[in-house]
């Protein structure tokens, strides 16, 4: 069965970084799109940046353009988030979800990884 | 960039009701849009795709209409383990969510 598991959250001063994993299974990760999706606590979902099966194209969301690369090493099955000059509204648990076909929905996710930036 | 707005905010109902739920987009989504659901401390998980197809193993009690600016997830009748937060997606040219419906028991 899919299985995708987050890890690297913590809690992050203001202007530190921060990298995140992803480690996918049951699927053939190199097959696919894979996702960053976050939710700020008590609030809704916002998509972060997308990878394509082959990593030849990424996408960023506005709010984490220039600080945020998404990454992956099909080798490995595993997809990364490395995250630079993390700002307390970056706080939130992510999630790493994966491309449902060659459509940009989400057909299934990670438990998520809580992201705390504070001084 | 495309903004999903749904309605109502909150959907208090009892089991056995219908419930309607809406997502408005700022402009044309086609049909290029999904329903998920999310429970508390649980990852969303994907009901409907593009408007109206319902995702492998979703009961048929859950159905999506629409296309264009206005989409509808609908709930037949509802049962227990559907009470949690409902959020729309699109993925025309981008990728954004609306801001979730809650379905709370009345």
């Known amino acids: 069965q899919v299985q995708l598991v987050e890890s690297g959250g913590g809690v992050v001063q203001p202007g530190r970084s921060l990298r995140l994993s992803c480690a996918a299974s049951g699927f053939t990760f190199n097959n696919y799109g894979m996702h960053w999706v976050r939710q700020a606590p008590g609030k809704g979902l916002e998509w972060v940046t997308v990878i394509s099966y082959d990593a030849s194209n990424k996408y960023y969301a506005d709010s984490v353009k220039g600080r945020f690369t998404i990454s992956r090493d099909n080798s490995k099955n595993t997809l990364y988030l490395q995250m630079n000059s993390l700002r307390a509204e970056d706080t939130a648990v992510y999630y790493c979800a994966k491309q449902y076909d060659d459509l940009n929905y989400f057909d299934y996710w990670g438990q998520g990884t809580l992201v705390t930036v504070s001084s | 960039e495309i903004v999903l707005t749904q309605s109502p905010a909150t959907l208090s109902l009892s089991p056995g009701e219908r419930a309607t739920l809406s997502c408005r987009a700022s402009q044309s989504v086609s049909s290029y849009l999904a329903w998920y659901q999310q429970k508390p401390g649980q990852a969303p998980r994907l009901l409907i795709y593009d408007a109206s197809n319902r995702a492998t193993g979703i009961p048929a009690r859950f159905s999506g209409s629409g296309s264009g600016t206005d989409f509808t997830l609908t709930i037949s009748s509802l049962e227990a383990e559907d009470f949690a937060v409902y959020y729309c997606?699109?993925?025309?040219?981008?990728?954004?969510f609306g801001g979730g419906t809650k379905v709370e028991i009345k």
């Open positions: 997606q699109h993925r025309n040219n981008w990728l954004s």
